[in-house]
């Protein structure tokens, strides 16, 4: 599903060049919940970027699906990003100015889900992670942080994506609801044999939950696996 | 300011339109009937009509009826500033100073006019003279047949076959005419060799109206008859006269142009400044939208989406203020503008220029400026296209980087 290969990442700052990724290479099977875990700093969401296709790499390749997203155009990419993956991020990144509803509706419509039935998906979605129908009416700024959480995860899910990329997504939350956030990720993985990559820095958490693969990363290097 | 400037552009096109091809000749010096100067030969305008651009030359010739040579009576009533005016009239009284006592039972005299054409007559107030009753004579005849003004006709109880007394000789009245105002209804016209016979001024004329070819003929051929008639003639066009009177119109039609130009600029820039502002704030959103999949033509949509949406409202309410401000506007430009022609035109009657200035002068105060659907197009149009440059370029701009660097630099 998954093939990450040679990956190197380098950021000019001044007259050196900062290396955030260096020789990454790893693959991840169809179905799997994988966990890359590493100090802040360590190159775990650059890397992450690079499989949703929100940057490009120096150097090397990720393929998904068989397809190398470093050789897809920018409208490719954004159909990409779109249909084959779903984001979950730390800060959620809902759109402030529109419903729970509105939010997940969005990504549908960018999917070019049929007008008629984003309503009906985006009600469906949001009840699955436990959204009530009068929450789901409400906009971001009147919702929990576990409860923006599970809209983000409605909104990841929108499109029937092969592939899910969390970026931290409980560091914002409480240990109690971040197990369950994991929880939930953790059974569509099983239920919708989709393809989950969760980047923390939180063993604890990403060890408790049976993951199937942990990736290490230090210092922009897999140390680990 | 689009309304301010098309009322004064409507009213400019209004005034030019109006302008005639024509030249108007004069004895130097002469102002209407307060006299000056030396008439003019009907020789010396024949050597105008051989001259370039040169259409047609009617000629005329202006007397008064005195009152032991007419049965005529006046139909204008002096009142008192005409009682005041004849009682100054600058003629010394046997004791050779000026007369202080105003005449009583003045009465003015009767304007008698010979032409040479009866196609354009004009009234002495600029207004066409229209026939309302018989028919015109045939001017190059000499006959003792007189067209009537209407109140002169009604005062005397005279109609088309009647006869009256001018110039001691019976004069057959052939047509009434009516030319829209009192004094102009208070004359008589003749033929020219008529009048010059009856009256003794054989082969004088006191005008003379030259047609040429084209309007933009007009000054040179104004040029070219000064240069024959030399300093014995004013030769005046109403395209030199309309001028005058245009030109602060046309400065008013500047001031509303540039005013008009500076506020669209600064409305561009203003949105542009907005919307640069608005999409670098916004530049986490665009990340995310593109996380899930926006693509750049969807992000720049909405952007100038929410532009011309807001530019719209903006329209909705710029309209109202416009059509309660335009008018106002407009009179204050006309009024500030408006002293620099307001000693033109205020002359005596008598002549056709002064005539035609004081109506023009009179046009000045009667523009006003509405707002039509052309104007509102106009003006939605240059709103929709001032947003959608804002807001396309910024949004362009943002939408190319990538949304990684947007949202690791938030």
New interface residues.
Partial sequence: MLKVKNLFKEFPSGEIKVKAVQDINFEVPEGAFASIIGKSGSGKS?LL?FL?A???PTSGTVEVDGQDIGKMS??VK??Y???KIG?I?QSY?L??NLSARENVM??LE??RWPKAKRFERAERLLNAVGITADKQLRRPTRLSGGEQQRVAIA?ALA?EPKLILADEPTGNLDSQTGKMIFVLLHNLARTEKTTIVVVTHDLSIAGNTNTDMIFHLKDGKMIKS | MLAARTAVQEKIASVKSSIGNTITISPAGMRGFEGGGEPLTSSQIDSVRSLPHVVSVSETLTDRLGTSSTNLATAVDAGSLGERFAGRSGIPDSAGSAPSRTPRNFTPPITSLGSSDLTNLQSFGGGEISIIGGGKFDPAVDAEVALLGKDLAEKNSLSVGSTFQAYDTAIQVEGIFDAGNSFSNNMIILPLRTIQRLSGQVGNITSAIVQVDDIDNAKATVSSIQEKLGAAADVVSQQDTSGQALSPLESIKNISTFSLLGALIAGAVVILLTMLMIVRERRREIGVLKAIGATDFVVITQFVAESITLTIISAAVGTVVGLLASSPITRMLVENSNSSIQTVGRGMPGGRMMGFIGESNTNWRNIQASVGWEILLYGLVAAIVIAFIGSVVPAWMVSRVRPAEVMRSE
């Fill in positions: 650059t970027s949703g929100l940057d490009q920018e409208r954004a159909c990003r779109s249909r984001f991020f990144n759109i402030p969005l990504a960018f999917g909104r499109n």
